[in-house]
């Protein structure tokens, strides 16, 4: 199959020179990437272009680091997926189900309350309307803002997104490693797979050649530094260029990371998104699937001022990175640039039906070609 660069390079000009994208994107097809470009602003008070190697940040995109962490530290037999988390943590949790295990948090079934529940419809920013965002230094800074809430429903009954759990599984890794969750994914995970440029970075100490994410409109842009808390962590918020994204695919699917039965595992899907039988939740990420196969992975992330998009076509060994400091804005591109290189309606539009009600945010692995970054 040969992809149209041409046609892509239009569309994204055009996206470009209208305003409507700022960002980064990149489209790979086995180890060639066939489409680099980026445009717009990374920081438009002192009017630094994007480029390729900026970083940006990933809203819930890097839950996918949160749940190869786990799934590490299963490998290493320090955590298992039966694992109750009041067992792991060593502590009550409030209102807490103790039947709530790793496996459910790590699939959104654990029915624990969101700390984003309590957030205005269609309002990112006003979860933060009663806690400011500097309060929350860390994973156990969020718990006050869920654990004493009730329960939604009995742990494992069904899926509903949540950005709690994976709160939870950062405080497991902290238990289990006596390491901060962020040293932990650095030394374990973005050092091995060569992603040098990525990090969990403090909002107000970012560092040169990172994106400040804006929110707004043309003529009336702010920054999202009071929208957002001070730095990333297991529910998401680490930065990363395009070009690293490529690289950790690799390293997972290279089994660099974690064993290949485990890595099957994490990418196999786990629960049903919804009730249209296409869309299964993995461990950090989605699969769509069609006659009994995964023709697509998605990971998604959303944050004010924070806009990503992975999706992998293993069957067809092509990726498409979308990366954008604007809000909700990557989700509607990479759809477009998915069909620019597929037929239309090969595959599935839009994301998952039910990732957005709080979000940030069995089979084959696809495992890419051994390549570099």
Same mark, same amino acid.
């Given at each position: 199959?040969?992809?149209? &660069?041409?046609?892509?390079?239009?569309?994204?000009?055009?996206?470009?020179?209208?305003?409507?994208?700022?960002?980064?994107?990149?489209?790979?097809?086995?180890?060639? @990437?066939?489409?680099?470009?980026?445009?717009?602003? /990374?920081?438009?008070?002192?009017?630094?272009?994007?480029?390729?190697?900026?970083?940006? /940040?990933?809203?819930?995109?890097?839950?996918?680091?949160?749940?190869?962490?786990?799934?590490?530290?299963?490998?290493?037999?320090?955590?298992?997926?039966?694992?109750?988390?009041? %067992?792991?943590?060593?502590?009550?949790?409030?209102?807490?189900?103790?039947?709530?295990?790793?496996?459910?948090?790590?699939?959104?079934?654990?029915?624990?309350?969101?700390?984003?529940?309590?957030?205005?419809?269609?309002?990112?920013?006003?979860?933060? @309307?009663?806690?400011?965002?500097? /309060?929350?230094?860390?994973?156990?800074? =969020?718990?006050?803002?869920? #654990?004493?809430?009730?329960?939604?429903?009995?742990?494992?009954?069904?899926?509903? =997104?949540? @950005?709690?759990?994976? #709160?939870?599984?950062?405080?497991?890794?902290?238990?289990?490693?006596?390491?901060?969750?962020?040293?932990?994914?650095? %030394?374990?995970?973005?050092?091995?797979?060569?992603?040098?440029?990525?990090?969990?970075?403090?909002?107000?100490?970012?560092?040169?050649?990172?994106?400040?994410?804006?929110?707004?409109?043309?003529?009336?842009?702010?920054? @999202?530094?009071?929208?957002? #808390?001070?730095?990333?962590? $297991?529910?998401?918020?680490?930065? &990363?260029?395009?070009?690293?994204?490529?690289?950790?695919?690799?390293?997972?699917?290279?089994?660099?990371?974690?064993?290949?039965?485990?890595?099957?595992?994490?990418?196999?899907?786990?629960?049903?998104?919804?009730?249209?039988?296409?869309?299964?939740?993995?461990?950090?990420?989605?699969?769509?699937?069609?006659?009994?196969?995964?023709?697509?992975?998605?990971?998604?992330? *959303?944050?004010?001022?924070?806009?990503?998009?992975?999706?992998?076509?293993?069957?067809?060994?092509?990726?498409?990175?979308?990366?954008?400091?604007?809000? *909700? &804005?990557?989700?509607?591109? /990479?759809?477009?640039?998915?069909?620019?290189?597929? $037929?239309?309606?090969?595959?599935?539009?839009?994301? $998952?039906?039910?990732?957005?009600?709080?979000?940030?945010?069995?089979?084959?692995?696809?495992?890419?070609?051994?390549?570099?970054?």
């Amino acid at each position: 199959m040969e992809i149209n &660069t041409q046609i892509i390079h239009e569309l994204l000009k055009t996206k470009s020179d209208d305003g409507s994208f700022s960002g980064v994107v990149l489209v790979r097809q086995q180890c060639t @990437n066939k489409v680099e470009y980026a445009c717009g602003m /990374a920081d438009r008070s002192n009017s630094i272009p994007s480029t390729l190697s900026t970083r940006f /940040a990933t809203a819930s995109a890097s839950k996918l680091l949160t749940s190869l962490a786990v799934c590490q530290l299963v490998e290493k037999r320090k955590l298992a997926f039966d694992m109750k988390i009041h %067992e792991c943590l060593g502590r009550q949790l409030g209102n807490i189900s103790a039947d709530v295990t790793l496996h459910h948090l790590l699939t959104h079934s654990s029915g624990i309350p969101d700390y984003t529940d309590d957030r205005r419809k269609g309002d990112r920013e006003s979860v933060w @309307n009663n806690v400011p965002v500097y /309060a929350v230094q860390s994973a156990s800074d =969020y718990l006050r803002l869920f #654990v004493e809430k009730p329960m939604k429903f009995r742990p494992g009954e069904r899926y509903l =997104y949540c @950005n709690s759990g994976y #709160v939870l599984l950062g405080l497991a890794v902290e238990k289990a490693t006596g390491m901060s969750f962020c040293d932990y994914v650095a %030394e374990n995970i973005l050092g091995p797979a060569g992603m040098s440029e990525s990090g969990y970075f403090e909002s107000d100490r970012l560092p040169q050649g990172t994106a400040r994410g804006y929110i707004g409109k043309p003529g009336d842009w702010r920054t @999202n530094v009071f929208s957002l #808390v001070p730095k990333g962590g $297991p529910d998401g918020g680490a930065y &990363t260029t395009a070009r690293d994204l490529m690289r950790f695919w690799d390293a997972l699917t290279g089994y660099k990371l974690l064993s290949e039965e485990l890595t099957q595992k994490m990418l196999s899907p786990q629960i049903e998104d919804g009730n249209t039988g296409e869309w299964f939740y993995g461990y950090g990420l989605w699969a769509n699937i069609q006659d009994g196969s995964t023709v697509k992975f998605s990971c998604i992330g *959303e944050d004010p001022g924070v806009s990503v998009r992975l999706f992998v076509y293993p069957k067809h060994g092509v990726r498409i990175a979308v990366l954008s400091n604007l809000s *909700e &804005t990557a989700a509607s591109l /990479a759809d477009q640039i998915q069909d620019l290189i597929f $037929p239309a309606g090969t595959f599935k539009l839009g994301d $998952p039906s039910t990732l957005l009600s709080c979000g940030a945010g069995g089979g084959s692995c696809g495992a890419a070609p051994r390549c570099g970054g």
